[in-house]
């Protein structure tokens, strides 16, 4: 049953009062708004302007009120996507209503809550649910939850309920149980830090399929171990998904292909003053996991279970995030020159400082960080005709999915100039990852410089290039930001391809606008292009078509 927000609003507003008196009231509000507009200059594939959506004034809003007292805490979230979502947002997100609601209880021992909440097992690998707006995901669960720590050395973690889609929740329960020792509390180890966990996650959804070869439940189990000692860290994972049927097309579910699905993570690294190394290692097969088992592979993200990031360097600069790359836990057997079970590879991360007083230090020293991460469809046999079957090798390596080599040095010349350069080499396949067809190498060089007038002032001055041999070829971009003070900012950016083989998709994709923020609220506005292609958060990435127009992002606390 469906409520509506002003029902809730009205409910609430007498903790308003009662909080002032008894408790802690607080909240927040956030509306992101685009008005799109038709843009002539601005041309597809096919040599068409774009032009504005039916009803091109669009908005994502959401106000959180929450209530503490003493052990108890409630709250409450509505969203409004009035007239429509933004462009490329889950369809379900239609109009105002409540979206999670929660109660909760708390004390050193026992954590309860019921109502909808978010919760991780370990890595995620297996298990997670949060909120990220920027995506547009919201897989929060409604049932309930219990932490119990009888020992500060024990935690155990149980949670029952069903995923929210859009206003919702899917019809797959899920079930889980977590638990977590910190064995270096019982040993009593001053000086290392070890803990092991294990987990299970159920996910139990009927099906309409006569016959299906698979069963209802589908169970998840994981296991995993942390080590810290001095400099030195270790992590490690594995989990481990039942049979289940294989989805490669969404909404269509092949009763023929039934398969197991597994992951390994390993990350391990050293980390002193001035020098630090990271490495990450991980091996899918099969991995997505959905509370429905139709929703694998929808664009929104929608119904996933679990957290599966790419693990690749996190670029800021706006050409390096031209061809990123997504995780492949998923099965395609579609040719012979598309087959794909999962991924395997892994990135290594050397930063290391370079002290004052040197020959290449200088007076204020200099940060060097080095970055090469690689990704591989499996290893293994295929047989893409009926029937169809795979049977992987552990530490196979099959097709190329994805390389990054990357350096970037900083140096502070002095109180007020700092600057940074990069150089990036990418290689992405566009046929594996994407589907379609084509294979990409670039080279990318970017260097920035900031000037810090005084200790709120500062200009930042980037640029940018990208040197690709397919798809839509070479790109230079500018970037120019102000900070006026410590509440208002200023920027314009463009980034030019120019060098596309086809001359009307020569496109310049400009921006500009500012921000200012006072106390606890932020209000940004900025007018220009949105250049097509995926925006990533963390490694979980969203497609957004090419659009023009204006934007207005409003976010407060209280």
């Known amino acids: ?176 149980l977590d638990t977590e020792l910190a064995l270096s509390d019982v040993l009593k180890f001053e000086k290392t830090e070890l803990s092991i966990g294990l987990t299970y996650v159920g996910r139990d959804e009927k099906t309409a399929i006569e016959n299906p070869k698979f069963s209802n439940l589908t169970n998840g189990f994981s296991g995993r171990l942390n080590f810290n000692r001095n400099a030195f860290y270790l992590s490690t994972e594995y989990d481990y998904k039942s049979k289940d049927a294989v989805v490669q097309v969404t909404e269509q579910i092949d009763n023929r292909l039934i398969k197991p699905g597994s992951a390994v993570l390993l990350n391990m690294g050293y980390s002193k003053k001035g020098f630090g190394i990271d490495g990450s290692f991980r091996r899918l097969e099969n991995m997505s996991f959905f509370s429905e088992r139709a929703a694998k592979g929808n664009s929104y993200n929608d119904r996933i279970m679990n957290f599966i990031p790419s693990l690749t360097k996190q670029h800021h600069y706006n050409l390096a995030n031209i061809y990123v790359y997504q995780s492949q836990p998923n099965v395609i057997l579609a040719d012979k020159d598309l087959v794909k079970a999962g991924e395997i590879g892994g990135q290594v991360d050397v930063f290391y400082d370079i002290k004052k007083a040197t020959v290449l230090g200088g007076k204020n020293g200099m940060k060097l960080a080095f970055n090469f991460s690689n990704w591989n469809a499996l290893g293994g046999t295929f047989y893409i005709y009926n029937p169809q079957d795979y049977k992987t090798d552990f530490l196979g390596f099959g097709k190329r999915y994805f390389t990054d080599y990357n350096v970037e040095i900083t140096k502070k010349w002095n109180n007020k100039w700092q600057s940074v350069f990069s150089y990036i080499n990418q290689y992405y396949n566009k046929k594996m990852i994407e589907e379609t067809a084509g294979e990409v190498n670039t080279n990318i060089i970017a260097a920035e410089v900031t000037y810090k007038f005084t200790t709120t002032r ?54 500009f606008g500012g921000a200012f923020r006072k106390k606890s609220t932020r209000i940004a506005l900025n007018y220009g292009r949105q250049r097509g292609g995926l925006v990533c958060v963390g490694g979980v990435c969203r497609f957004v078509p090419e659009s023009s127009g204006l934007s207005l992002s409003l976010n407060t606390s209280f």
Request: aromatic share 16%.
């Open 458 to 511: 500062s200009l930042r001055v980037m640029g940018e290039h990208l040197w690709a041999d397919h798809d839509k070829k070479n790109w230079a971009g500018a970037t120019v930001e102000f900070n006026l003070n410590s509440k208002l900012s200023l920027f314009a950016l463009d980034l030019y391809n120019y060098g596309n083989d086809v001359d009307y998709l020569q496109n310049h994709y400009y921006n």
């Open 1 to 176: 049953m469906k409520i509506k927000l002003t029902k809730i609003l009205f409910f609430l507003l007498p903790l308003t009062v009662i909080a002032q008196e008894k408790g802690n009231f607080f909240g927040g509000f956030e509306s992101n708004s685009q008005w799109y507009l038709n843009d002539k200059g601005l041309k597809n594939e096919f040599n068409n302007s774009t032009t504005h959506p039916e009803n091109p004034l669009r908005s994502n809003s959401y106000l959180f009120l929450n209530y503490k007292y003493k052990n108890w805490s409630a709250g409450i979230q509505g969203e409004a996507y009035e007239k429509n979502a933004l462009l490329n947002m889950n369809p379900k997100y239609q109009g105002t209503n409540v979206a999670t609601y929660f109660i909760q209880y708390k004390n050193e021992k026992i954590d309860l809550t019921a109502g909808y909440f978010y919760e991780q097992f370990g890595s995620g690998l297996l298990y997670r649910s949060w909120e990220d707006r920027a995506l547009g995901i919201n897989n929060a669960l409604r049932g309930g939850r219990i932490i119990f720590k009888p020992t500060k050395y024990l935690t155990v973690k149980s949670i029952y309920g069903q995923q929210r889609t859009g206003f919702d929740v899917s019809k797959g329960k899920i079930y889980g």
